[in-house]
């Protein structure tokens, strides 16, 4: 089989993810477009093991790795989502904007700050 | 490098041609469009409940391309753990942030363009310099490297201690995620009044023990 297709195919998943991550709102689906990236990182894993026939198998090794980390990513992840929605009302990425400037008075005030306590 | 590639064996221009493909990269061809086909779909689809769905499809797409590069312990693994539990566990976050059933208009952001915009500059990057890197490399697919006897040989032989971190640090994100979406609500709720309440002795009435520190030693063990 041509090492093209799968590193190719690896590359369009992780670029479907990152426009998954960018563009979606939900935090849930923000995780779900992680997890195609992290699918299209073990996809390349796989392929290159095979290619290069590692003795110790060190791309199937880190597969199985990535796959773990993933769960426990995405158990972690849903627990802040819930504790998040369960204080803020709301699982929207784009409303969290808790340590965002408020105004636009605000750079202002961050810049003399530090001087003042500097003297 | 030349012996790398001769141990490899994937130099070979002249045989492998693009226009002839074997069975296997027809198939991998087909599965990796529906693959793609339904991530697409899952990361723009109006409904959140669908992508959920369709991410389904495309993890099980995966499952089978890595089945046909001969890695079969890591695609039951993938169906095992993406299919029956991330999958799961994304529809129970849908589920419990209140997901709308139905089509809901503000799935995307505003900057949905420019993050097509990335996506599709990274997408012509990556995809010219693979593709321009990795134009002859050939893949000798042989039966047997991915199974679960080998799989158990390599793992247990060689990566021993990663394999053990790995499961302290599972143990970390469970006590994590218990302790995260435990009741915040200030202090734990007071234990039901039962047989083990402080200050009152669950063994024998008046045991002797505790009030007698001359004999305090011997006068335990023979309590019991």
């Known amino acids: ?119 | 490098m030349s012996t790398l590639l001769a141990a490899t064996g994937s130099l070979e221009p002249a045989a492998r041609s693009f226009l002839s493909p074997t069975g296997a990269e027809v198939v991998f061809l087909l599965v990796g469009l529906a693959v793609l086909g339904a991530a697409v779909v899952s990361v723009t689809t109006k409904q959140l409940v669908h992508a959920a769905l369709w991410l389904v499809v495309a993890l099980g797409g995966l499952a089978v391309e890595f089945l046909l590069l001969t890695a079969e312990f890591i695609a039951w693994v993938q169906v095992l753990i993406y299919l029956g539990s991330v999958v799961v566990l994304v529809l129970f976050g849908l589920m419990l942030t209140r997901a709308p059933i139905g089509r809901s208009p503000d799935a995307d952001s505003g900057n949905r363009w420019a993050a097509l915009l990335v996506a599709l500059a990274a997408a012509g990057t990556l995809v010219t310099l693979v593709a321009d890197a990795f134009r002859t490399s050939w893949i000798d697919l042989t039966a047997g490297g991915g199974s679960t006897r080998a799989t158990g040989e390599y793992l247990f032989r060689h990566w021993v201690l990663p394999f053990e971190a790995l499961s302290v640090l599972l143990l970390a994100a469970l006590v994590g995620a218990i302790v995260l979406s435990r009741s915040t609500s200030g202090r734990l709720p007071r234990p039901r009044a039962g047989k083990l309440r402080a200050g009152k002795p669950v063994g024998r009435p008046a045991a002797p023990a505790a009030t007698v520190p001359s004999t305090a030693p011997t006068a335990p063990a023979q309590e019991r």
Do not use: K
């Open chain 1, 1 to 119: 089989m041509h090492l093209v297709y799968p590193a190719v195919l690896a590359a369009l998943l992780f670029c479907v993810g990152v426009y998954g991550v960018l563009a979606r709102r939900n935090v849930v689906l923000v995780l779900m477009s992680v997890e195609l990236m992290l699918n299209a990182v073990n996809l390349n894993l796989v392929a290159f093991d095979a290619w290069l026939r590692d003795a110790v198998h060190a791309g199937q090794a880190l597969t199985l790795f990535t796959v773990t980390v993933a769960a426990a990513e995405i158990g972690l992840g849903l627990a802040i989502v819930l504790l998040v929605f369960r204080t803020r009302r709301t699982a929207d990425v784009d409303r969290l904007t808790l340590l965002g400037d408020p105004s636009e008075a605000a750079p202002e005030a961050a810049a003399t700050e530090p001087e003042g306590r500097a003297a």
